[in-house]
């Protein structure tokens, strides 16, 4: 136990001061505007040479520097929320290897060094949603590996179709255009569309959650959903030589549909994967818009209080038995004061609550899409997924918080002190991340101009989305029981379209394929016609044999009946 406690403890000190250094160096190249390609000559052999490359940028330093300090509090928290496992050392190593894929995507220049780290994601989220080896685990499992291989087999082809460049250093070619460029965005724009959980590709986010609460976090907030932003946010200035209508409309469809399936969830890690897909939809449609520094800007502070709710979630979760239903979780305030604080302080910056880390993204995504645009239904898209950020959130503090004792009579209810430790430091970011990144990535402030009723309507969808929120908690049989309610649970029938619909008939087409093609013709004509042929016959034999009492008289009646006619 106390090899494995140092183990944690060491990970976590070591990513947290890569983390500061990190970050100190990103802003020193914001600042004096530098960009360093570092090449690594690994291997020489016969006028061969074999490179490593790594791109160091404010953007590149300042992401990594975030994904290692939130990966440090994470694997703090690990040491208390994994302390009963008897494979403990195993998750951390696994953990670790899932940073450090992150961390190859992020520094790379170069698609063939951005897919080493790009299939670690995949095959390490797949070892960890798999880690509680049960049937529900292994479906998700597969479902969230064979998603993401879409998006690998996306940037694979890209690999290949970058050799009309001369290059794979895609770096090079962002500020060139040419008529086949049109064919390598569109396939970045799908691998972009499976990692970050994209329609038609967002069941497998929800279906992740089978893995343990701290991966949730680390998962949710900065590594694997984020991957996908991350490379569209690099391949953005190829996005503004063509009409991006299509894929704008279908990252605005998962921002609102995971909004509404939301607020009719009663599973609290679904709700927040719920608000995860939401809110990547946000950063991709105000990058398809064309502002790519502010979904960056919206993803680091999405990343500091979403892995805040998960780990309050997780503590939650803990102390209620391993349970996840929000409505076996009322009165919980009485007994964890300090991890509702939390709770209630990264929900609050989600929903955009001035002067919260995320009102400094998401209000000044809101206003320039409010200034730049004149299509009515973006606008009205958008104000509808601010409604129903509200709207789940205050309906899970309800729930969670303030709805009656609902709660299970015997129940353990503790705060252990190394979670409050790193929630500690989140919640210090959830508030102040916002204005901090915001007054470093502007060099001047972004002031906008609108009339009053411009200017109050974000106002106005936060206060409805509250008032609707906690009318359907208090209601919460009638949404359950609505077609309207099973639509919106099923986040639009995509997980029946995604797994039953699809293995089902293809499951048929491949076993007529084995019949037709595998057996061979010759199997059926040759070998087995003259065992089909006996079978029949030894069957009409056989029939004769145990019926022929019966099998005469009828032949009798049947004779009797005939002579009579």
């Given at each position: 136990m106390l090899n494995m406690v140092s183990v944690y403890i060491l990970g976590s000190f070591f990513l947290f001061l890569v983390s500061v250094v990190l970050f100190f160096f990103g802003c020193l190249f914001l600042v004096n505007e530098y960009v360093v390609f570092l090449d690594w000559e690994f291997l020489s052999f016969s006028g061969c040479n074999m490179t490593m490359t790594f791109l160091f940028d404010w953007m590149s330093l300042i992401f990594v520097s975030c994904v290692f300090l939130i990966s440090s509090m994470v694997i703090y928290y690990s040491e208390s929320y994994m302390v009963s496992d008897k494979n403990s050392v195993r998750f951390y190593f696994l953990v670790f290897l899932f940073v450090m894929s992150m961390m190859m995507m992020v520094i790379s220049?170069?698609?063939?060094s951005i897919l080493i780290g790009w299939d670690g994601l995949g095959l390490v989220s797949y070892c960890l949603v798999i880690y509680f080896q049960n049937f529900k685990s292994y479906s998700a499992g597969m479902l969230t590996i064979l998603a993401n291989r879409i998006g690998d087999v996306a940037i694979l082809l890209s690999i290949a179709w970058m050799l009309n460049y001369g290059s794979w250093h895609y770096i090079y070619y962002v500020g060139t255009w040419d008529y086949w460029g049109l064919y390598l965005v569109s396939l970045i724009v799908l691998?972009?569309?499976?990692?970050?959980?994209?329609?038609?590709?967002?069941?497998?986010?929800?279906?992740?959650?089978?893995?343990?609460?701290?991966?949730?976090?680390?998962?949710?907030?900065?590594?694997?959903?984020t991957a996908g932003v991350y490379l569209l946010i690099r391949f953005?200035?190829?996005?503004?030589?063509?009409?991006?209508?299509?894929?704008?409309?279908?990252?605005?469809?998962?921002?609102?549909m995971a909004g509404l399936s939301a607020n009719v969830e009663y599973d609290l890690k679904s709700v927040i994967a719920l608000s995860t897909l939401s809110q990547l939809g946000l950063m991709m449609s105000i990058l398809f818009l064309g502002f790519p520094v502010l979904a960056f800007l919206h993803l680091l502070t999405h990343a500091f209080f979403k892995a805040l709710l998960f780990m309050c979630a997780g503590a939650m979760?803990?102390?209620?038995?391993?349970?996840?239903?929000?409505?076996?979780?009322?009165?919980?305030?009485?007994?964890?004061?300090?991890?509702?604080?939390?709770?209630?302080?990264?929900?609050?910056?989600?929903?955009?609550f001035p002067f919260m880390a995320g009102f400094y993204s998401k209000d000044i995504?809101?206003?320039?899409?409010?200034?730049?645009m004149d299509n009515f239904v973006i606008y009205l898209f958008f104000?509808?997924?601010?409604?129903?950020?509200v709207s789940y959130t205050f309906r899970s503090i309800n729930f969670c918080l303030f709805s009656g004792v609902n709660?299970?009579?015997?129940?353990?209810?503790?705060?252990?002190?190394?979670?409050?430790?790193?929630?500690?430091?989140?919640?210090?970011?959830?508030?102040?991340?916002?204005?901090?990144?915001?007054?470093?990535?502007?060099?001047?402030?972004c002031l906008f101009f609108f009339p009053f009723h411009l200017k109050i309507m974000p106002l106005v969808f936060v206060l409805l989305g509250a008032w609707i929120g906690i009318e359907l908690s208090s209601r919460a049989k009638l949404m359950s029981g609505l077609v309207f309610g099973l639509f919106m649970s099923s986040m639009w029938f995509l997980t029946f379209l995604s797994t039953s619909m699809i293995y089902g008939n293809f499951l048929y087409l491949s076993k007529s394929y084995i019949k037709a093609m595998d057996y061979g013709w010759g199997e059926f004509l040759v070998s087995k016609s003259s065992l089909a042929v006996s079978s029949k016959l030894s069957q009409v034999v056989s029939f004769y044999q145990y019926?022929?009492?019966?099998?005469?008289?009828?032949?009798?009646?049947?004779?009797i009946m005939f002579f009579m006619i």
């Open positions: 220049p170069n698609l063939i691998a972009g569309f499976t990692k970050s959980a994209q329609i038609p590709f967002s069941s497998w986010l929800p279906a992740a959650m089978a893995a343990p609460t701290p991966v949730s976090s680390l998962v949710h907030s900065s590594t694997l959903v953005s200035d190829l996005l503004l030589n063509i009409n991006c209508w299509f894929i704008l409309g279908l990252s605005l469809m998962t921002m609102t979760i803990h102390c209620m038995s391993d349970s996840q239903d929000m409505r076996h979780m009322g009165g919980v305030v009485n007994q964890l004061p300090f991890t509702c604080a939390c709770f209630c302080i990264s929900n609050l910056s989600l929903c955009g995504i809101i206003e320039t899409m409010t200034s730049s104000f509808i997924s601010v409604g129903t950020t709660m299970h009579v015997c129940q353990n209810y503790a705060e252990d002190s190394i979670m409050m430790k790193s929630m500690i430091i989140l919640s210090f970011l959830a508030i102040f991340s916002g204005s901090m990144l915001s007054w470093l990535v502007f060099s001047m402030p019926n022929n009492v019966k099998v005469f008289l009828l032949i009798y009646l049947l004779m």
